[in-house]
């Protein structure tokens, strides 16, 4: 288990004005951010990051969705980062995550839902590499 995990703010949340508030709350939850970068994914890195779904039906629309806005990046660092991570964001469909999440709060639906949250220590680690440089990792 590490104390990091790694999220984007989607460009779903990015279009509507959460990006502060989603901000502001991951901080009061006590995660603290080591990196932070706002960007755009062209479609040939959306696709690269979402490779692990390149066989599902839904990989075209991620692909397009994720590369359709602005993005925020960033690297947290909590005690049991990617669990607590999870929690706070809730279940992939808004419509089950539970009350005062940040899906409940801020996603429309599981296609457009407003923050991703590494899986994995693992992967944490993987995403967290795709977007950041060492010397942009505080």
Same mark, same amino acid.
């Given at each position: 288990?590490?104390?990091?995990?790694?999220?984007?703010?989607?460009?779903?949340?990015?279009?509507?004005?959460?990006?502060?508030?989603?901000?502001?709350?991951?901080?009061? $939850?006590?995660?603290?951010?080591?990196?932070?970068?706002?960007?755009?994914?062209?479609?040939?890195?959306?696709? $690269?990051?979402?490779?692990?779904?390149? $066989?599902?039906?839904?990989?075209?629309?991620? #692909?397009?969705?994720?590369? !359709?806005?602005?993005?925020?990046? /960033?690297?947290?660092?909590?005690?049991?980062?990617?669990?607590?991570?999870? $929690?706070?964001?809730?279940?992939? +469909?808004?419509?089950? /995550?539970?009350?005062?999440?940040?899906?409940?709060?801020?996603?429309? !639906? #599981?296609?457009? +839902?407003?923050?991703?949250? !590494?899986?994995?220590?693992? +992967? /944490?680690?993987?995403?967290?590499?795709?977007?950041? !440089?060492?010397?942009?990792?505080?």
């Amino acid at each position: 288990m590490t104390n990091r995990t790694f999220t984007m703010i989607k460009p779903d949340a990015m279009k509507n004005g959460h990006a502060g508030a989603i901000l502001d709350r991951i901080s009061k $939850e006590g995660f603290r951010i080591v990196a932070l970068k706002m960007t755009k994914l062209p479609a040939e890195k959306a696709g $690269e990051f979402y490779a692990v779904h390149k $066989e599902r039906p839904f990989y075209g629309e991620l #692909v397009e969705f994720m590369s !359709s806005g602005v993005i925020i990046a /960033a690297i947290l660092e909590k005690d049991n980062a990617v669990a607590a991570f999870r $929690e706070l964001i809730g279940a992939t +469909n808004p419509a089950q /995550a539970a009350a005062g999440t940040i899906r409940k709060l801020y996603a429309a !639906s #599981v296609g457009e +839902n407003a923050i991703h949250g !590494s899986d994995s220590d693992d +992967n /944490a680690k993987i995403e967290g590499d795709f977007f950041f !440089s060492g010397l942009e990792k505080f």
